[in-house]
DNA sequence: GTGCAAAACATCGTATACAATTTCGCCATC
DNA sequence: GATGGCGAAATTGTATACGATGTTTTGCAC
């Protein structure tokens, strides 16, 4: 029933007064309803949320761990807003961590893991045909929970738990550089990239992802806004 | 002169009552002052270093999210007592990254980079050679720098700190399943290591890289222990 | 003497309060 | 009219206080 999910919930919930608020913000900027540099004043969490400053703090604190956020000292919390240089490093790691945990999960992975990522697929492709804001927003977590599924495959938490930080701030870094409209014009290469583990074709499926990342990085903008990299470090 | 330094140390340190702390503590459990299992009450450590819980807390917090200690609810926080999957997890997550922040860091590599590289080879050589627990817990971080030092070099922030993470639980692990008394039984690897990196030849670097840190795991016992790993759980 | 129950104690979770720093607006002055 | 400084308001940094939860001890009954 019901009771066992919500006790489930209200104990987890219970320690996690914090973690609730960071869930909930962090989904926010991933779902890219928080713009990069909005500022996440700790009172105005903690009304939103109708919970003290402490734990809006400790919620902002965390999420800037994560590197969703940055943290100034004596000035506030803001959605952070990734440098070129930053969103660089961002898909140089998934290009050197992703090829690893494809190759972990495909040893382990079992058949319902298989249907449980063309499930995924499915959805996503469903998301994208379809239109409005809401859509959108579900079809940009559909496509990063792809990657996070392999990781979660691969049955190691740590890299989970890292896959899972590189795919949020890639959709921070997309949301401020992304050209095409369509975040996931690689769509197609997921469903690639699960055939090629079907059928042991490990070091192409490797192959695909490293294509699939570089293809997401290639349609960023990523050159430097001098002037008005100032003004919007400044406001925006 | 030191005013530079001072200023970005007081500036630093500022924003970061709670960071020193957490500082400090980390610092504790990678040299293995602190033994995992320890109880971290947020009283003893605000009285310890002279500020409220409030910031004990938060450095507490800040720890758990890297790993290095276990916050249960309504009970406390601890210094992290890993499981033997949790260690081989680790040390899976090592052997997938590093050799990809070894092909990174050789392709940036600058001859001062090799230079400081030696240099910290040959103060773990030192710090080997001398008795006395200072020595050791000196050598065990110098151990470790040589791993963050090629992460440095790679020039990704963002891998680095997730070796830093790494490298700081590996501490751990090695601290509660470790046999051998010489923690560095693969001191000489390092300097294969950079000599393969020297004389260009990359692949063999990683292959040596991956020797070495499975030769670190090999070192473990990871054998379960059922009923003493109760009691410990409980007081140790 | 043993076992259970209840109360005292300790510790954590959260809110509130105060201090320090920054920011913004206003007025005087050039 | 622009600029610079001064003061008020807002925001963060830290401490303290109170309620909730877990742990230990004490006392009573069997």
Redesign the interface.
């Known amino acids: 029933m019901k009771s066992a999910a919500k006790v489930q919930q209200a104990?987890d919930s219970?320690?996690t007064g914090a973690q609730q608020i960071r869930d909930a913000i962090r989904e926010a900027i991933v779902e890219r309803r928080l713009s990069p540099g909005t500022k996440l004043s700790e009172s105005d969490v903690g009304n939103l949320f109708n919970v003290s400053r402490?734990l809006a703090r400790?919620a902002l604190?965390?999420l800037s761990?994560e590197?969703l956020v940055s943290v100034e000292?004596?000035r506030g919390a803001f959605v952070a807003y990734p440098s070129p240089d930053?969103a660089r490093?961002?898909f140089?790691?998934r290009r050197?961590?992703e090829p690893?945990?494809l190759r972990?999960a495909a040893a382990r992975i079992k058949p319902a893991d298989i249907t449980h990522l063309r499930q995924l697929l499915l959805e996503e492709g469903r998301l994208m045909s379809e239109r409005g804001q809401t859509a959108r927003r579900a079809e940009i977590k559909a496509s990063g929970d792809f990657h996070l599924m392999l990781a979660v495959i691969s049955g190691?938490?740590?890299?989970q738990r890292?896959m899972e930080e590189?795919v949020a701030r890639s959709s921070l870094v997309i949301a401020l550089y992304g050209q095409s409209t369509a975040s996931s014009c690689g769509h197609s290469e997921h469903g690639d990239i699960i055939s090629a583990i079907e059928s042991n074709e490990l070091d192409r499926a490797c192959q695909l992802m490293l294509h699939h990342i570089t293809h997401i990085e290639a349609d960023l903008d990523l050159r430097e806004r001098k002037s008005l990299g100032l003004k919007e470090a400044f406001e925006l």
């Open positions: 104990e219970a320690e402490t400790a604190q965390a761990y590197g000292k004596n930053e490093q961002i140089s790691a050197l961590v690893g945990i972990e190691n938490a740590i890299m890292f590189l």
